[in-house]
């Protein structure tokens, strides 16, 4: 086969749209980026996480500014969440986690809400504050139940 | 005399592990003249031409359609739940974890596989490549090689180039013809397709896919019989053997690695 100039150029063309279709994808919509050494490591153990996941967002005031890395159970029976948190925030000390919903039926994430403590939270560190996931059927019932209870008396 | 179904049997396994053997040997032989030179690069970029550059207008043109199609289906189904705003992730997930690498093996298998299989098995039958043999060259390594790799390299581009097109055909449909909020429909599949579950998945499916197809396509055109019956059941079983792995398979890696 003879090189032909002519198709050399289609074919580096078509190589390049095919990479760029694969970064497109990559990137753009599949999320991945280079994230360093790694952000600010946090735990947080809450009672109840309700159908919290794995790579829910944690976000600050609405804004997102890390993820969920790991959700375990710790020895006292309760759930202990691995928060990774970009590395350049300075969060105080007393800064406390929630587990809220996005919209009624929306996926859970965790909302950080930082205080008012000088002490900068340190990678490894515990958040000590934190409000568990509200259980819409655990109210509903207990609201029927009470209701119950007071058409009786 | 008893001894004829034992002797049948014995036959069988014998030519069965010798056909095993073949097809061992075969794939031992191109991923070894792949890593040794000469690299015959010209000749790879003719056939990643032919396989790729020339399946560009089928892959995109069924890429747009299917996404057009899921688009519009999966706004149907939503809309029974109130949840059209999730349309962006129903067909961003099945694009890319599915259909995108499915059906672009396929359409290759059909397009790009049968004329492979049909031009080596057309060689075999005027006996080319005994020529080549003749002049000491190894048909494997100047033939064959280049259609094989090309497959392998060409299948995750096209397969991305269907998922993008996919994803513009829904979003046509979705957002410009059912109007819903353009924004909406991306974050939904932003948010939804992740790269290590997902995007990975995607190419990994799409490169297996490229390298069984490439092996079926070649090892069926170079085993042709040297008829011109031969080369017809080298293109069909190319075509048939070649979509029925490639499901298979797609099976088999979802569900081991859960892609």
């Given at each position: 086969m003879q090189p032909s100039p002519t198709r050399d150029l289609i074919v580096g063309l078509f190589v390049a749209v095919g990479l760029a279709a694969i970064g497109y994808l990559s990137i753009q919509v599949g999320g991945l980026s280079y994230k360093g050494p790694g952000g600010l490591r946090l735990y947080a153990v809450f009672n109840e996480i309700g159908g919290l996941k794995t790579r829910a967002p944690v976000s600050i005031a609405g804004v997102t500014v890390g993820q969920v890395v790991a959700i375990d159970l710790d020895k006292s029976m309760r759930a202990r969440v691995t928060l990774d948190v970009d590395r350049k925030l300075v969060l105080p000390s007393?800064?406390?986690a929630g587990i809220r919903t996005s919209g009624l039926l929306g996926d859970q994430y965790i909302a950080l809400e930082p205080g008012a403590e000088e002490a900068p939270l340190k990678s490894g560190d515990e958040i000590a504050m934190t409000?568990?996931?509200?259980?819409?059927?655990?109210?509903i019932g207990r609201f029927v139940h009470d209701s119950g209870v007071e058409e009786k008396k | 005399m008893r001894l004829t179904a034992v002797e049948t049997l014995g036959l069988r396994t014998v030519s069965l592990v010798?056909?095993?053997?073949?097809i061992a040997h075969f794939i031992g032989q191109i991923a070894l003249d792949s890593v040794r030179p000469p690299f015959r690069f010209q000749r790879l970029v003719g056939e990643v031409f032919d396989v790729g550059v020339l399946s560009l207008a089928i892959i995109c043109l069924s890429g747009a359609t299917v996404g057009a199609v899921l688009g519009l289906q999966g706004y149907t189904t939503l809309s029974r739940f109130g949840a059209t705003n999730s349309l962006g992730a129903v067909v961003g997930l099945s694009l890319v974890r599915e259909l995108g690498p499915v059906l672009t093996a396929?359409?290759?298998?059909?397009?790009?596989?049968?004329?492979?299989?049909?031009?080596i098995a057309s060689m075999v039958t005027t006996e080319q490549l005994d020529g080549l043999r003749m002049m000491s060259i190894d048909p494997v390594d100047f033939i064959v090689k280049p259609k094989a790799l090309a497959m392998l390299l060409?299948?995750?581009?096209?397969?991305?180039?269907f998922i993008?097109?996919?994803?513009?055909?829904?979003y046509?449909?979705?957002?410009?013809?059912?109007?819903?909020d353009g924004g909406t429909y991306i974050s939904s599949m932003e948010n939804a397709i992740t790269w290590s579950d997902d995007v990975a998945g995607t190419l990994l499916k799409s490169m297996i896919f490229?390298?069984?197809?490439?092996?079926?396509?070649?090892?069926r055109g170079y085993t042709a019989e040297p008829t011109s019956a031969g080369v017809s059941a080298a293109t069909t079983g190319t075509v048939v053997v070649g979509s029925v792995t490639v499901l298979l398979f797609d099976y088999v890696i979802t569900a081991l690695w859960g892609v």
């Amino acid at each position: 086969m003879q090189p032909s100039p002519t198709r050399d150029l289609i074919v580096g063309l078509f190589v390049a749209v095919g990479l760029a279709a694969i970064g497109y994808l990559s990137i753009q919509v599949g999320g991945l980026s280079y994230k360093g050494p790694g952000g600010l490591r946090l735990y947080a153990v809450f009672n109840e996480i309700g159908g919290l996941k794995t790579r829910a967002p944690v976000s600050i005031a609405g804004v997102t500014v890390g993820q969920v890395v790991a959700i375990d159970l710790d020895k006292s029976m309760r759930a202990r969440v691995t928060l990774d948190v970009d590395r350049k925030l300075v969060l105080p000390s007393d800064t406390s986690a929630g587990i809220r919903t996005s919209g009624l039926l929306g996926d859970q994430y965790i909302a950080l809400e930082p205080g008012a403590e000088e002490a900068p939270l340190k990678s490894g560190d515990e958040i000590a504050m934190t409000e568990s996931a509200l259980s819409i059927e655990r109210l509903i019932g207990r609201f029927v139940h009470d209701s119950g209870v007071e058409e009786k008396k | 005399m008893r001894l004829t179904a034992v002797e049948t049997l014995g036959l069988r396994t014998v030519s069965l592990v010798a056909h095993l053997g073949r097809i061992a040997h075969f794939i031992g032989q191109i991923a070894l003249d792949s890593v040794r030179p000469p690299f015959r690069f010209q000749r790879l970029v003719g056939e990643v031409f032919d396989v790729g550059v020339l399946s560009l207008a089928i892959i995109c043109l069924s890429g747009a359609t299917v996404g057009a199609v899921l688009g519009l289906q999966g706004y149907t189904t939503l809309s029974r739940f109130g949840a059209t705003n999730s349309l962006g992730a129903v067909v961003g997930l099945s694009l890319v974890r599915e259909l995108g690498p499915v059906l672009t093996a396929l359409l290759v298998t059909g397009r790009a596989g049968s004329a492979m299989a049909a031009e080596i098995a057309s060689m075999v039958t005027t006996e080319q490549l005994d020529g080549l043999r003749m002049m000491s060259i190894d048909p494997v390594d100047f033939i064959v090689k280049p259609k094989a790799l090309a497959m392998l390299l060409v299948m995750p581009m096209l397969n991305a180039l269907f998922i993008c097109l996919g994803l513009f055909g829904g979003y046509v449909v979705g957002v410009e013809l059912l109007g819903l909020d353009g924004g909406t429909y991306i974050s939904s599949m932003e948010n939804a397709i992740t790269w290590s579950d997902d995007v990975a998945g995607t190419l990994l499916k799409s490169m297996i896919f490229g390298a069984l197809v490439g092996f079926i396509a070649t090892y069926r055109g170079y085993t042709a019989e040297p008829t011109s019956a031969g080369v017809s059941a080298a293109t069909t079983g190319t075509v048939v053997v070649g979509s029925v792995t490639v499901l298979l398979f797609d099976y088999v890696i979802t569900a081991l690695w859960g892609v």
